[in-house]
């Protein structure tokens, strides 16, 4: 399978890596970036060929794209792509606005192609064990769900202002999995935010940590938390509590936490630094799974319409943050007929 991938920064490399390593893929691997020199480089390592520019990766032939771009280019070249017949898998989002995220998807839609959007941690293990436990009736009635991720540092200050803010680049991901797990939707919610970290966040006009109470449509209450200044650790966990039992993901001899109970776990010799360790595995299946998706041995695992429903929680958010009031999910555009 010929295989076209856009951009080749931190993600794309490590996208582009996973896909060499892919029986199905291996040599047939394009890869193109804004800086040439850069594809060039990653081609050469890879053994995969580097194009000159995105046009190339339109005309030379490929079966499928993989967009890794700038968050600012993702709705345009879905919608090439879309219009050329080619299936797409894009890392999240779609676009940074509601009305860029409609436009693509209408465009997919129209053309009747397929568009798998990047939300991995639908292929941990941890998370999928946990959707098993909780769709088996183990829990109960669930009442309560808490999910957070912490970053240990900022990204770089020039990401900021292009990123969407802390609801729509980070949490979006807690409220995928907040959906997809419990399988309810979100109804309401109420949010708040904190920007008394570093000035670079205020600079920019976003936050730095944030906190939400989401209301499920089941009754069932969640709390999503994140930050960007968790200096122990990358820290990302769910847990689940309902009327019977109570699990939770992210726990192992790796999360940054430390008990202060006398019998308490020790803190981790060896915490997580960042998703692309913690979610290592996850990023490789989906990029499997995609795989599988092109050659029509599997169904769309994650389409454009459920990475709209993870960003419309987000729009709620910063609404709510902004006007300091819950917001009902009905407030956004984009919902379910």
Request: net charge negative.
């Amino acid at each position: 399978m010929r295989i076209g991938l856009i951009g080749t920064g931190r993600i794309g490399t490590f996208h582009a890596t996973a896909l060499s390593r892919h029986r199905e893929v291996g040599g047939s691997l394009i890869v193109t970036d804004a800086d040439p020199a850069r594809a060039r480089r990653l081609a050469d390592r890879l053994g995969a060929t580097a194009a000159p520019g995105v046009d190339e990766i339109f005309t030379w032939g490929v079966d499928a794209v993989v967009i890794t771009a700038a968050t600012s280019a993702h709705g345009e070249l879905i919608g090439r792509a879309a219009r050329a017949g080619l299936p797409v898998f894009c890392e999240k989002p779609i676009a940074l606005d509601l009305t860029g995220t409609l436009t693509a998807i209408a465009e997919v839609e129209a053309a009747g192609t397929i568009l798998q959007m990047g939300f991995q941690r639908r292929f941990d293990s941890g998370y999928a064990a946990a959707r098993e436990v909780v769709r088996s009736g183990q829990l109960g009635r669930l009442h309560t769900v808490r999910a957070m991720t912490s970053d240990q540092s900022p990204p770089p200050v020039e990401h900021l202002p292009l990123s969407g803010g802390l609801y729509r680049d980070t949490l979006v991901h807690d409220f995928d999995m907040l959906r997809w797990v419990t399988g309810r939707e979100i109804t309401e919610v109420y949010a708040m935010g904190s920007d008394a970290g570093p000035s670079m966040f205020r600079e920019a006009g976003d936050i730095d940590t944030a906190a939400a109470v989401l209301t499920l449509d089941d009754g069932t209450l969640a709390t999503a938390t994140a930050t960007r200044l968790n200096g122990a650790g990358y820290d990302v966990r769910m847990e689940l509590a309902g009327e019977l039992d109570q699990i939770g993901v992210g726990l192992d001899d790796r999360t940054p936490i430390a008990s202060t109970e006398p019998a308490g776990p020790p803190a981790a010799t060896k915490p997580w630094t960042g998703f692309l360790e913690r979610f290592g595995p996850a990023y490789e299946a989906e990029l499997h799974a995609f795989v599988e998706v092109v050659r029509g041995e599997r169904a769309n695992p994650c389409d454009g319409r459920e990475a709209l429903h993870a960003l419309r929680v987000a729009e709620a958010c910063e609404l709510s943050r902004r006007g300091r009031r819950s917001v009902p999910l009905s407030e956004i555009p984009g919902g379910r007929d």
